[in-house]
């Protein structure tokens, strides 16, 4: 897997290109990262799009919702739910995807990479 | 060491299961095993017979499974009567020649129907009710005939005037006593079952002393009765009872009874020890068990003798629970009160056509009997209270007087009910053996039906077991939870109310009034199938896209690297050239692998997401629409070619095919529904291996329902015969709607069938009968549904924003660098993990 280099916030999209209560898929440089938009709370999440059980990019495509206090992502493929705060997965948690943290400044999303990733 | 040969003359119900007991005792291998059977078929469901004339055929009515007998090298004669028994020899002579020597011989002849001695008798059409060979010459007969009687007004002779009337004859049934039943059941709940039955049109005609029957004027016949009367009709079923077949042993010198049958001790031996007998031809201690039960039980007590093991008859309860033509009808042990100061306590119910009656005993202790008619609701109780032997109410009047207060059901809990206790008499299935199967994980009706088989003979027990069931469920702690999620404290059928009655269409409205949290994978995807059901609306509308499994958000079927694959509708699976080069032409360029699926469509694989609406809008300008297979929805109606080309052919198949899926397209449902037509019954199609299956008949549409294929294949149910095209899709709109409303998610039409109480018979109840007086609520809420159909994709591609979400990325017109395929026979597949690593290099 490639991860690009960057530690500094960059500009990905505007809120407004986000889908409420669902995932959206950005690339940076060549990592595909998964956005999801939870409207109820203003939060935007951000994962590794590539999911580790079935080897493909499409965590994005999931369904988001909750199990207990846990925002999660359900995988679209194997349906394995990952925590959209940490990447843990909720059935094995061995396994995790990486999280980004998110920064919404005046109505877009930015992202940062923090140093170098796996 | 020589082999021990065991000779068994008859291969009936009891004769086969007493093969089946014989094969599973480790003493088996001390035998060889030989058969005559006088039927030209191995043992079929006699009890079941009239199912012939609702459509099933000898094959489903078999009982042995295909290979039983060859697999356990067992030699059987078929269609060839055993015809001698030389005692002295011990040597079967059949009638084809064949001699056998035998160590030990099983009778199980059966009975033969008799035939009152009337003159005329043996006119042409005149018929009994006992084989198969019968009912196809009734079956014939009957396509010629306009009125049938059935001679003798018992319980089998009301079966036999049910098939008439499933035959759509004029029907009469004619009695010799005064009254229906006569064994089974007193005055009082024959004059109200025979009120019942002349309210579906049968004419009953109690105490007719039949003289003789003449040619007819009108009819074939004309019966004449001692008191001057008389009646016309085509075709004539005796049906007066039955007499052992003992002529064999008669003249073999075995022992007989005065009135016939073979005299048979607690071990079920004749007057020869080498000789046993079972069944019906067999009489213990003066009576004849013409039930199938009591022959079963026989059956096991002459397996486990041959087989050295202790086992007797003691002999049987008769108690039965039927529907004769719809009619709920039981009667249990001393129904007559020929008990000594037996006392006698009943319920009528003029209005709703009840009848329920009890004999107890002197000191009001003990349940001696019962008998009731249209409302059979207590028997299982009752049965238990009696077989039992347990102490009864303080007043056991309150055990059959109506419970209007919501107290539920007095009598005894299941709980009182020792662990051997049989709840299912049809598969013989005990209370502990329910217990046994629940503990092992089969916590639903549908899953201790297939575990345990109790329920599925009569279904008389079907209450009782779900009351251990429940009872089980309580005692292990499991409450049974019915919620759809952590989110959502109801079932889907409740979710489906409230999101109707409220006139909620967003999930965040229906959270928020009904729910807690944030949803997830489960109720989401639920309540966007909910909505579609109600409304109908574009389901990429904002508030509604988030719900959608990856399948519906994207319109397509998610593949295992992330790309999707399309199957435009191809309504019954009719092309045009142009439309299939259109799909040849956008596969090509593409470079989509194509398939063809089972339903008669084209699969195109491997379009990326970014893809779709491209793909798309070259199939919509090519006059393709969606074909929803990405939805739980209507998939396919296959259908045959049909009699436009075939020769074979009643009906046009192919255009009613294509009427009924454009009908029903983007109907969404709890799961994925399938649907057939064929032409005729030859089945091309498969229809009977579908959720709706339409077969055509020379009179009109049979209508097959709730089968499927899949892990657990079923065949569907025979719901109707004989429709013209606009019932058959009145009833159709009815099922659907019914279904998708009340059903689990994720539970196709064959479970949520199974788990209805009373199944089949209670779908046709709301159908057809419409029970519920909710059929035209269901063909309007239909309605609504086919006049709101779009075909997503086209709402789609005319919407460029909407188009838009399909991108790969939200920040980039790039697509997806790690989808990679390789050429496999002329087409292309995902690329497998080594080939991923070679080309990507990662």
């Known amino acids: 897997m490639q991860t690009a280099v960057i530690d500094k916030e960059i500009d990905i999209c505007a809120l407004t290109d986000l889908i409420e209560d669902a995932g959206t898929t950005a690339l940076i440089n060549d990592t595909q990262i998964a956005l999801f938009y939870v409207k109820k709370t ?48 909720v059935e094995d948690t061995s396994i995790a995807v990486k999280a980004y943290p998110v920064n919404i400044q005046d109505g877009r999303i930015r992202l940062t990479f923090l140093g170098k990733g796996s | 060491m020589s082999k021990k040969k065991l000779v068994v003359i008859g291969n009936g119900m009891v004769g086969h299961k007493f093969m089946q007991a014989i094969v599973k005792d480790q003493a088996r291998d001390e035998f060889e095993i030989i058969i005559f059977c006088e039927e030209s078929r191995l043992a079929y469901d006699r009890v079941q017979l009239s199912a012939f004339f609702s459509g099933k055929t000898a094959d489903d009515l078999s009982m042995v499974s295909a290979g039983f007998y060859e697999d356990n090298n067992i030699t059987v004669h078929m269609a060839d009567r055993a015809s001698l028994i030389d005692r002295e020899k011990q040597l079967v002579t059949s009638e084809k020649g064949v001699e056998i020597q035998y160590d030990k011989l099983v009778l199980a002849t059966g009975s033969f129907p008799f035939v009152p001695p009337i003159p005329g008798h043996e006119r042409d059409n005149c018929f009994v009710y006992r084989t198969i060979d019968d009912l196809n010459a009734i079956a014939e007969a009957g396509a010629k005939s306009k009125v049938g009687v059935v001679i003798g007004g018992g319980l089998l002779g009301l079966e036999a005037a049910k098939a008439l009337k499933d035959m759509g004859l004029k029907t009469h049934v004619v009695e010799f006593a005064p009254r229906l039943m006569a064994v089974q059941i007193d005055d009082g709940a024959g004059a109200v079952l025979r009120k019942k039955i002349e309210q579906l049109g049968v004419s009953v005609h109690t105490q007719k002393n039949t003289q003789n029957i003449l040619p007819g004027e009108q009819c074939v016949h004309r019966m004449n009765f001692a008191d001057g009367t008389h009646i016309e009709t085509d075709l004539i079923l005796f049906s007066a009872g039955i007499r052992p077949r003992d002529d064999i042993a008669r003249e073999s010198g075995l022992e007989v009874g005065e009135r016939g049958g073979i005299i048979i001790n607690n071990h079920c031996q004749t007057s020869d020890d080498n000789i046993y007998a079972i069944g019906e031809c067999a009489l213990w201690e003066g009576k004849i ?19 050295g093991k202790q086992n007797s008859f003691t002999g049987a309860d008769m108690s039965t629970k039927l529907k004769l033509m719809g009619v709920d009808v039981a009667s249990i042990g001393d129904a007559h009160a020929t008990t000594e100061n037996a006392k006698v306590y009943s319920y009528v119910n003029g209005a709703d056509e009840v009848y329920k009656k009890i004999v107890v005993s002197e000191d009001n202790k003990r349940l001696l009997g019962a008998v009731l008619i249209g409302d059979t609701a207590d028997y299982g109780n009752l049965l238990q209270l009696k077989l039992n032997d347990m102490a009864l109410p303080e007043y056991p009047d309150t055990l059959i007087l109506p419970q209007r207060d919501g107290s539920g059901v007095t009598g005894l809990g299941v709980e ?19 217990c046994q199967a629940v503990s092992d994980g089969h916590t639903t009706m549908g899953a201790i039906k ?43 059928q409740e979710m489906y109310h409230l999101v109707r009655v409220g006139n909620i269409k967003t999930f965040d409205a229906l959270i928020e009034q009904h729910g807690k949290g944030y949803g997830c994978d489960i109720c989401k ?10 409304w109908n609306d574009y389901i990429l509308e904002k508030p509604l896209a988030g719900l959608q499994d990856t399948n519906d958000r994207f319109l397509a079927n998610i593949q295992k690297n992330g790309t999707y694959s399309i199957v435009p509708r191809i309504a019954g699976g009719e092309i045009t050239p142009d439309k299939l080069i ?132 079923r065949h569907a149910d025979l719901f109707a015969t004989g429709l013209d095209d606009e019932t058959l899709i009145k009833y159709i709109d009815r099922f659907l709607m019914f279904y998708v409303k009340t059903a689990d998610r994720l539970q196709r039409t064959s479970t949520w069938m199974m788990n209805l109480d009373g199944g089949i018979d209670y779908l046709r109840e709301v159908v057809i009968e419409d029970s519920l007086g909710l059929a035209e609520t269901f063909e309007q809420e239909m309605l609504t549904v086919i006049d709101s159909y779009q075909c997503e994709w086209k709402t789609t591609v005319n919407d460029p924003a909407k188009a838009q979400t399909f991108n790969a990325f939200v920040n980039s017109d790039k697509g997806d660098s790690q989808i990679v395929f390789v050429p496999e026979r002329d087409q292309v597949r995902p690329a497998n993990k080594n080939e991923l690593k070679a080309t990507l290099g990662a």
Not at chain 1, 71 to 87: D, E, R, W
Not at chain 2, 289 to 307: E, K
Not at chain 2, 454 to 478: R, Y
Not at chain 2, 525 to 534: K, L
């Open chain 2, 416 to 434: 009182a009910l020792p662990d051997n206790a049989q709840i299912c008499s049809c598969f013989d299935v005990s209370k502990g053996a329910i």
């Open chain 2, 525 to 534: 995807p639920t309540a966007a199938s909910i909505f579609a059901s109600c």
């Open chain 1, 42 to 89: 203003g939060q935007v999440f951000a994962l590794e799009n590539y999911d580790p059980f079935s080897e493909a990019n499409v965590l994005s495509r999931g369904i988001i919702g909750s199990i207990g206090a846990d925002l999660v992502v359900a995988s679209p493929i194997y349906k394995q739910h990952f925590k959209l705060q940490t990447g843990e997965c």
């Open chain 2, 582 to 713: 259109a799909l040849g032409e956008v596969g090509k360029k593409y470079n989509l692998y194509t398939k063809i699926t089972g339903g008669q469509r084209v699969d195109l694989f491997g379009a990326r997401q970014e893809q779709l609406p491209l793909i798309w809008k070259e199939l919509i300008d090519a006059g393709f629409e969606t074909g929803h297979a990405y939805g739980k929805s209507l998939r396919t109606v296959k259908s045959c070619v049909g009699s436009t080309w075939c020769r074979y052919g009643v009906a046009d198949s192919v255009t009613t095919a294509i009427n009924l899926e454009n009908r029903y397209k983007g109907l969404r449902s709890p799961h994925k529904l399938k649907f057939a037509v064929s032409g005729c019954t030859r089945e091309c199609a498969e229809a009977q291996s579908k959720d709706v299956g339409v077969i055509a008949t020379e009179n009109g549409w049979n209508l097959y329902l709730c089968g499927n294929g899949g892990m657990k294949p």
């Open chain 2, 450 to 492: 297939e575990c345990t088989s109790a329920t599925t003979g009569c279904g008389g027990c079907t209450a009782l077991v779900g009351q251990v069931l429940n009872k089980e469920l309580e005692k292990m702690g499991m409450e049974v939870n019915t919620d759809l999620c952590e989110h959502f404290a109801y079932t889907r």
């Open chain 2, 289 to 307: 068990y013409g039930l199938v039960a009591p022959g079963y039980q026989m059956a096991q007590v002459a397996a486990d003798q041959l087989a």
